[in-house]
């Protein structure tokens, strides 16, 4: 599996069983899981040390307390059980369909990954923001997401009906898909120090795995598994932050997910 796992271009080319069992699956997302923790455990020093670099070297505001208070207002503004839905659940199944649905490489896919990716970050362009606040957020929501359907076929229309991507680019399409997946969790640091902007993939490394072994999933057992596993590692990080907060466990976990804006 391992060799598997590092030959990133035969993602796509994955050996399938004939008739693999839902056992089997399971046992394989659980040596992902537990291949992707004892990585997180080498690199989380990283984290500290660039933290520690920016804080007592650059002499600037701590970046991983940041990402702590973004957490924690993200707890206040929905409430815990809201979040723990969003987190370990909701925000998966978007991002996998932003980010690992579109690899099977079909048109269809391809366009739903563009039209959820357009909704999910849509908030983020100002004039989204200006109309938002102008009618209220609940109601920009619901019209964006009513959107989503009309953008889908709009996209899936301008594609070409007989869509075909060679070997080569089907690994660049992977290893983009993978770093875009752990440079979009730099906005749970937000607000960013732009002068550090460069330190900030240091702090997305733990995600950058994640993405690796996430994908791996989606082309071994197929693409829902890779949801259960992004699911997996979110519940287990939630978990750990609610022992550390209750038991005040010194754990620091930062599960996969997005801040959330109103807008």
Same mark, same amino acid.
């Given at each position: 599996?391992?060799?598997?796992?590092?030959?990133?271009?035969?993602?796509?080319?994955?050996?399938?069983?004939?008739?693999?069992?839902?056992?089997?699956?399971?046992?394989?997302?659980?040596?992902?899981?537990?291949?992707?923790?004892?990585?997180?455990?080498?690199?989380?020093?990283?984290?500290?040390?660039? &933290?520690?670099?920016?804080?007592?070297?650059?002499?600037?505001?701590?970046?991983?307390?940041?990402? &702590?208070?973004?957490?924690?207002?993200?707890?206040?503004?929905?409430?815990?059980?809201?979040?723990?839905?969003?987190?370990?659940?909701?925000?998966? @199944?978007?991002?996998?369909? +932003?980010?690992?649905?579109?690899?099977?490489?079909?048109?269809?896919?391809?366009? =739903?990954?563009?039209? @959820?990716?357009?909704?999910?970050?849509?908030?983020?362009?100002?004039?989204?923001?200006?109309?938002?606040?102008?009618?209220?957020?609940?109601?920009?929501? !619901?019209?964006? !997401?009513?959107?989503?359907? @009309?953008?889908?076929?709009?996209?899936?229309?301008? !594609?070409?009906?007989? !869509?075909?991507?060679?070997?080569?680019?089907?690994?660049?399409?992977?290893?983009?898909?993978?770093? =875009?997946?752990?440079?979009?969790?730099?906005?749970?640091?937000?607000?960013?120090?732009?002068?550090?902007?460069?330190?900030?993939?240091?702090?997305?490394? $733990?995600?950058?795995?994640?993405?690796?072994?996430?994908?791996?999933?989606?082309?071994?057992?197929?693409?829902?598994?890779?949801?259960?596993?992004?699911?997996?590692?979110?519940?287990?990080?939630?978990?750990?932050?609610? +022992? &550390?907060?209750?038991?005040?466990?010194? +754990?620091?976990?930062? $599960?996969?997910?997005?801040?959330?804006?109103?807008?």
């Amino acid at each position: 599996m391992l060799k598997e796992l590092f030959n990133l271009s035969g993602f796509p080319y994955l050996p399938q069983e004939a008739t693999p069992s839902v056992k089997e699956k399971i046992f394989t997302l659980l040596k992902v899981y537990g291949l992707i923790f004892l990585s997180l455990l080498f690199v989380g020093p990283f984290t500290y040390l660039a &933290d520690t670099f920016v804080t007592h070297v650059i002499h600037a505001k701590s970046i991983r307390q940041q990402n &702590d208070v973004s957490f924690q207002h993200l707890i206040q503004k929905l409430g815990y059980g809201v979040a723990l839905l969003y987190i370990c659940i909701i925000g998966p @199944v978007l991002e996998e369909t +932003v980010f690992r649905l579109p690899l099977s490489f079909k048109r269809g896919h391809i366009a =739903l990954g563009i039209s @959820v990716a357009i909704f999910l970050f849509g908030s983020l362009l100002p004039p989204v923001k200006a109309f938002s606040h102008s009618i209220g957020a609940g109601y920009a929501l !619901l019209i964006r !997401l009513a959107l989503v359907p @009309v953008i889908y076929f709009i996209i899936k229309k301008l !594609l070409p009906v007989n !869509l075909s991507v060679g070997r080569a680019y089907k690994k660049v399409f992977v290893i983009i898909s993978i770093c =875009l997946f752990g440079l979009m969790h730099i906005s749970n640091y937000a607000p960013l120090q732009w002068q550090l902007i460069w330190i900030y993939p240091v702090y997305v490394l $733990p995600q950058l795995i994640m993405g690796w072994g996430i994908t791996y999933i989606r082309f071994k057992n197929g693409f829902i598994w890779g949801i259960a596993l992004h699911c997996l590692i979110n519940s287990v990080a939630m978990g750990l932050s609610y +022992v &550390d907060k209750t038991h005040t466990v010194p +754990v620091k976990v930062h $599960p996969v997910h997005v801040v959330m804006k109103k807008g």
